[in-house]
């Protein structure tokens, strides 16, 4: 997938894959690479700015590796991702005929994110992030996009970070590639956690239990509207949540009337999950092999896989099920289309995307599919 960061133009003939240019900017560019029919290059010079482009908010911006799509505002930034979905479904999904979207939700990319990965030097206590396409440190103090309780820890050096960052040195947990030592933080709401000690964190007034050693999303504003979006759509009685981590989704329906089934196969998660979602039948396992041996139909199905997508043996299997309604959860549209494409008899009745990781490429999406009564042409 490119980047988002990157435009699309032409040179005499030739394809151009233009590092930080823009749609409409007339730009010179530096050459990178050539292949047969497509060069690849970065900007040198904006001759014609779009009036999209804005100045990045982080003086770390092209150097830091973590994000890479400050160039718009947040709000464009929303909705360049929207027609890249749409135009992904279409090239990749091969819908002629697209489901319609609801308004892109975004938020400001100052403090959203409670979780990160930082990179220690332990011999030179540096600690930031890595440099774009390297395994170079960037030495940084201050991060905008971190919630300021991330930010503060970021500024000290040698404290909680380094010394959390010398323990994991003496289990040899140094990567091997970089040299450094990586100490995962998630930020709650009273505490940051550095391993598997668990901290809460409250999102639309659910309160969850989630550590630095398990996915949990990284934006909380937008993961409340993301979970507003999905209950609404929510249909009938029982509900299956597959991939479903520490239970995010589960937990919409703590104390209804409802039949939760949660399948995740990462135990730390899970322990999690019957925590956060204890009216829900959990099971530690894959979901096609679960799905093999103890699925059944329910009315809606939630699917929030990894950034791979659908095991195929998971899309037959929600074709026997035959439930009502599919919740496709999706941080890689291509994945997300080619997955689309080998339903044969369910199509997307909804679409909106969350731009849960602003000023960066990252899209999430989520895609409502209603099951027809013959197979699509």
């Not at 890249?84 to 002629?96: A, C, F, N, P, S």
């Not at 930082?118 to 996009?145: E, M, W, Y």
């Not at 140094?174 to 598997?196: H, I, K, Q, Y």
């Not at 074709?319 to 044969?344: G, H, M």
Request: some cysteine; aromatic content about 8%.
């Amino acid at each position: 997938m490119i980047s988002l960061c990157k435009g699309l133009g032409y040179d005499e003939g030739k394809a151009v894959i233009v590092e930080g240019a823009l749609t409409g900017e007339e730009v010179e560019y530096e050459k990178i690479s050539e292949k047969k029919g497509m060069i690849e290059g970065r900007v040198r010079e904006i001759l014609t700015s779009s009036p999209l482009r804005v100045s990045p908010i982080c003086p770390y911006y092209g150097v830091c590796g973590g994000c890479d799509f400050q160039i718009v505002g947040e709000r464009d930034s929303a909705y360049i991702k929207e027609e890249i979905v749409k135009d992904t479904m279409k090239r990749v999904g091969k819908l002629d005929i697209l489901p319609p979207f609801d308004p892109p939700s975004y938020s400001s990319f100052n403090n959203y994110r409670i979780r990160c990965r930082v990179h220690v030097d332990i011999k030179t206590k540096r600690q930031g992030f890595l440099k774009a396409n390297s395994n170079q440190l960037v030495d940084i103090s201050h991060c905008p996009a971190l919630e300021e309780k991330l930010d503060r820890l970021l500024s000290e050096r040698g404290g909680d970070i380094f010394r959390r960052a010398r323990e994991l040195m003496f289990e040899n947990r140094v990567n091997r590639d970089t040299g450094f030592v990586e100490v995962p933080l998630f930020s709650g709401d009273n505490a940051v956690s550095m391993s598997d000690k668990s901290v809460d964190i409250t999102v639309g007034g659910i309160k969850y239990l989630a550590s630095a050693s398990v996915f949990f999303q990284s934006n909380p504003k937008l993961l409340e509207a993301m979970l507003e979006f999905v209950k609404e759509n929510i249909v009938g009685e029982s509900i299956m949540d597959l991939y479903s981590g520490v239970g995010t989704f589960s937990a919409l329906f703590n104390g209804e009337d409802k039949t939760v089934y949660a399948v995740e196969r990462e135990r730390k998660c899970l322990e999690l999950s019957k925590k956060n979602a204890p009216s829900a039948i959990s099971f530690t396992d894959d979901c096609a092999r679960w799905g093999k041996n103890k699925g059944k139909h329910v009315d809606t199905v939630i699917v929030d896989p990894p950034r791979t997508g659908l095991d195929r043996d998971v899309i037959s299997l929600l074709e026997q099920w035959k439930p009502d309604r599919i919740i496709y959860i999706s941080c890689n549209p291509v994945t997300a289309s080619r997955d689309l494409a080998l339903f044969s008899s369910y199509y997307p009745i909804k679409a909106k995307v969350f731009d849960c990781y602003p000023g960066s490429s990252h899209i999430e999406t989520v895609v409502l599919m209603s099951r027809v009564n013959t197979p699509k042409e």
